[in-house]
């Protein structure tokens, strides 16, 4: 069954009119837009369990709860929806499958059954994740899983947890396998791979990462219900077993995996930063260069989440001269997006207003990780407010800010018409403002001993520092709610009754998603295959030859 993103009779692109077609459907775009849908779901899930924990943590005392059990699966539900539900789908999903296949040229994924397959296993992940608010055994052991408590009664049911995991993971793995063949052998003729958009160069490098290390975290979590259910020992010490193997497994993918959600979202923010700035990326193949040395570098850091965890001296050691050296490709993408700004003739448009806000939330977590590194300093701060304030500016803020610039950057190609300015805007600086009131006090806190994860702080009553940071972090969380849920009200109104885009490349971009298709792309994105001439690249804005259109529909082109 092929796609249903054609074309009308009247040349226009159409979309899915029936259930039937969307459910069915193998087009890569449709198959974009169910991951989008299923990230947002995800990401206003996983943010009512955010809103529930800050303001049971607004003052001393309960608030709307004095059930361990509930805040615990709050806890769980925001770390493990908002990562795998929201962050990975969104960017791997909705960028890798809408955008990706049409900056090279490509008329659709690789393989587009297995396409259709990795996003419904993606729905199955997530509505079987949702059963866990109704559930009456509902898992409460944090997305991290960590034995021993995960092996016990209390912790709930540990299999709906590995089995969550695990078919995420295997739509990852299908995902990944189906995107990198596209790449590489469906980019369009004359486009090589230096001529690639970053946003391309990311998104490929995350999904080697995702297929090395998904199958590492799969077994990881395979295993403790393996111990749980049927008697195993791996991680139970009373048998032999030792809890800190889970915890080098976990942590062997899960912080690749925070360079899987790093690196899209950084090519998000390099291609509305060269788009509005009207600037080649600045030294595009050191960049370039940049993002996949993350997949060696990546692989030799996970110790720095054990610090304290009793692991040898000569381990941590090492491991503290590895995550510096992280720094080092990362500071260079840095650089690259600040050079690419540098003398441009920049439109501070509203998706520029969102990757701004990212660059600069990207920054202060950037800079807070350093002395994290250090596991002198480690020790002081460990499993306290200062780690989790740094991981959300990091990863988890910044990454949130760059997907939403993303999706408001390809609305007009997605829905043919545009947000309004004014409220995108708008909203870019109300969860700006928000986010920054809602962590930024949280770094005093942890510094002054606040430990992360307690639902309450009694023992800190007297301490004014720790008070105040829940206090004024609890009103950043009413207007970053405020800003959130006027951002999706902007994008329905949008949707439904927004201007008419009256060209199919509002934002003046080189890349072939806008300048080769329609407003809205038909089927097979174009309307005869495409190439590129020589001189063509993605960032040249001053003399870059057009895309050229096969004259025979009937020649299929492809990567040469």
Known sequence: MSGFMGHEPDGKPGQPKTVKEWVFTLDHKVIGVWYLIGAIASFIVAGLAASAMRIELGSVGPDITDNGDIYNLWLTMHGAVM????????LLGFVANWAVPIMVGGKDMAFPRVNAMS??????????????????????????????????????????????????GMSSVFG????????????????????????VWCVFTANVIQLIFVPVLAASVLLLSLDKYLGFGF????????????????????????????????GILFEIFATSARNDVFNYKATVWSVIAFIPVSSDVWVHHAYVAGLPDWLRLLQTFTTLLISLPFGLLMLSLTGTMYRGAIRYTGPMWWAVA????????????????????????????????????????????????????????????MCNEMMTKLTAAGFFIGMNLVMGPLYFAGIEGMPRRYMDYQMFADNATITSAHHWS?????????????????????????????????????????????????????PTPVSVPEGWHPYNYIDNPAPVFEPHPGHTGGHH
């Open 176 to 199: 990944a396998v189906n995107l990198a063949c596209t790449v590489a052998f469906m980019r369009c003729k004359g486009m090589g791979w230096f001529q690639m958009p970053l946003t």
């Open 83 to 90: 990562i795998l539900g929201f962050q990975i789908p969104a």
């Open 474 to 526: 609890t009103i950043g969380l009413y207007i970053t709610f405020v800003s959130a849920l006027l951002m999706i009200v902007v994008w329905l109104h949008g949707a439904i009754a927004g201007e008419k885009a009256t060209s199919a490349n509002p934002w003046g971009s080189q890349s072939l998603e806008f300048t080769a298709t329609a407003i809205i792309p038909g089927q097979g994105n174009f």
């Open 358 to 417: 990212a660059f600069f939330m990207l920054i202060i977590g950037a800079l807070t990780g350093i002395p994290n590194a250090l596991s002198a300093v480690d020790y002081g701060i460990s499993d306290s407010y200062v780690i989790m304030s740094h991981f959300h500016y990091v990863m988890a803020v910044s990454g949130g800010m760059a997907i939403f610039a993303g999706v408001f950057y390809w609305f007009p190609k997605l829905t043919g018409r």
């Open 235 to 266: 991680y139970n010490p009373e048998v032999g077993g030792d809890v800190l193997l889970y915890q080098n497994l976990f942590w062997f993918y899960s912080h690749p995996a925070v360079y899987v959600i790093l690196l899209p979202f950084m």
């Open 119 to 168: 996003v419904w296993l993606l729905w199955s992940g997530i509505l079987l994740a949702l059963m866990n608010l109704v559930i009456p055994d509902s898992y409460n052991g944090m997305w991290t899983g960590y034995p021993p408590y995960s092996l016990t009664d209390a912790v709930g049911n540990t299999a709906l947890y590995s089995s969550v995991v695990i078919i995420l």
